[in-house]
């Protein structure tokens, strides 16, 4: 607890700096963060952290499956990671999420969560590697004026990785999750998990199947909560040898989820989910990158009447206007439908429409900044809540010390401009850095 203490207080020294942390896969990525600095020197500290403010609306945490709850916030975060030696490294990181709801005081809370990090390579056999992954988690959550919602997390999930490079890899894990209420009851969960996860490479490494499985269980039954929950998920990566088409991605999930589990969520509900999508990459030219994508999504709530499901269908450009040795200058354009069904509020069907342009210029071991545009319009089956939303973006990163610190700033600013209600403008503001040392 005395670590929790030492880094929360830092947040009173250092709430506008920061950069964000980027624990989540992206598509296509399959190995952990913490490999990314395998290159580092064994004596290397890398330190960051952010701090942000402004007001945003509950709707764009969650797909828009939820109606507009604004809200302000004010978060904070810092992060220390180090390569200790070849086979170990670890990092530790500290968050202090505040919400004010504009509308509903019920939710208003602060979380405060320590997590930390161990990963070792136990053993190398020529190209195979075995590896251990400890992950650990401590949340707090505390509610202004809902003290029957308050709860102290604490989880761990220990995991062994074993791969062999470009061929195969797979994920085995084991942990626990444990919430307590501080509010007499039986709202207490002690939750066992187990995952496995695998992946494995076909015809010179052009061809990657995936799947994974996940399952957890309360320990005791709970009044409109799932006991047991499981997710599956599958998919596959190829890559053509063709001029027109260089990437097809697709996968498959289904499962059982907590809204407590997201830390965006503050209000707790099970749910039941199924998602896939289907993405293909173009490259045109050596100048010009496109992308199109389809998703279906479904949401099946437990003790709520969110049920929703629909799709979208995206196109984004990749235009090159410059890229030399010294700098790049590159545009981005991108158009998306989105259409959206409610099983149980008809009135909250819709479609959107939008339309995205972002150009970006980095002079190379210096800066970069980008400026963005983005228009939404969407079309309710009550004309009451139709609406348009714009958004302004604006980003800069500045290096010093050859690269070793790094200072970022990120602007946004949201107009929505409602059919029957007063027109809205909300701003928000992240500054971060990034400190190798």
Same mark, same amino acid.
């Given at each position: 607890m005395k670590i929790i203490f030492i880094l929360t207080v830092g947040f009173l020294f250092l709430p506008y700096m920061a950069q964000a942390d980027s624990s989540a896969l992206t598509e296509g990525e399959n190995l952990p963060d913490r490999q990314a600095g395998a290159s580092a020197k064994a004596e290397d500290f890398v330190f960051s952290g952010y701090g942000e403010v402004g007001r945003r609306s509950q709707a764009e945490d969650f797909a828009e499956e939820d109606t507009d709850e604004d809200y302000s916030y004010q978060n904070y975060h810092l992060k220390l990671e180090q390569r200790i030696s070849q086979p170990l490294n670890y990092d530790v990181s500290s968050f202090v999420y505040r919400k004010d709801y504009k509308a509903r005081d019920s939710l208003d809370n602060v979380s405060r969560i320590f997590k930390a990090g161990l990963f070792y390579n136990l053993k190398k056999l020529e190209e195979e590697w075995i590896r251990l992954d400890v992950k650990l988690k401590n +949340? *707090? +959550?505390r509610y202004k004026n809902s003290p029957a919602s308050e709860y102290d997390e604490i989880g761990l999930v220990p995991g062994l990785i074993f791969e062999e490079k470009d061929n195969y890899r797979i994920d085995f894990n084991l942990g626990v999750d444990n919430f307590d209420y501080l509010a007499e009851g039986e709202k207490d969960q002690f939750k066992t998990l187990a995952g496995l996860g695998a992946q494995k490479h076909f015809l010179e490494k052009r061809l990657a199947l995936l799947s994974s499985y996940k399952v957890e269980r309360l320990e005791q039954e709970k009044a409109n909560r799932e006991k047991t929950k499981q997710e599956i998920g599958t998919g596959f990566d190829y890559q053509f040898k063709l001029p027109w088409i260089y990437r097809l991605v697709s996968r498959l999930d289904w499962g059982q989820r907590d809204t407590k589990d997201e830390e965006d969520r503050d209000e707790d509900m099970d749910f039941e989910y199924w998602q896939y999508y289907? &993405? $293909?990459?173009? +490259? /045109? $030219?050596?100048?010009? !990158? @496109?992308?199109? &994508?389809?998703?279906?999504?479904?949401? #099946?709530? /437990?003790s709520a009447d969110l049920d929703h499901r629909g799709f979208y269908l995206q196109n984004s450009w990749d235009y090159e206007l410059l890229d030399d040795q010294r700098q790049r200058l590159w545009l981005d354009f991108a158009i998306e439908h989105k259409e959206v069904k409610? =099983?149980?509020?008809?009135? =909250? #069907?819709? *479609? !959107? *429409? @939008?339309?995205?342009?972002? /150009? $970006?210029?980095? !002079?190379? !071991? #210096?800066? *970069?900044a980008s400026v963005g545009l983005e228009e939404n319009f969407y079309d309710f089956s009550a004309e009451d809540n139709d609406k348009n939303r714009s958004y302004f973006k604006l980003s800069a990163e500045k290096l010093f010390q050859g690269g070793d610190l790094a200072l970022s700033a990120d602007f946004k600013y949201r107009y929505t401009d409602y059919a029957q209600k007063e027109d809205q403008g909300e701003a928000g503001l992240r500054l971060g850095f990034k400190y190798r040392f």
């Open positions: +949340r *707090q +959550r289907a &993405k $293909s990459e173009h +490259r /045109i $030219s050596p100048k010009l !990158k @496109t992308h199109l &994508k389809y998703q279906y999504f479904a949401k #099946d709530y /437990i409610y =099983n149980l509020k008809p009135a =909250n #069907d819709y *479609q !959107k *429409q @939008t339309l995205e342009v972002k /150009i $970006s210029y980095k !002079k190379k !071991k #210096d800066w *970069q």
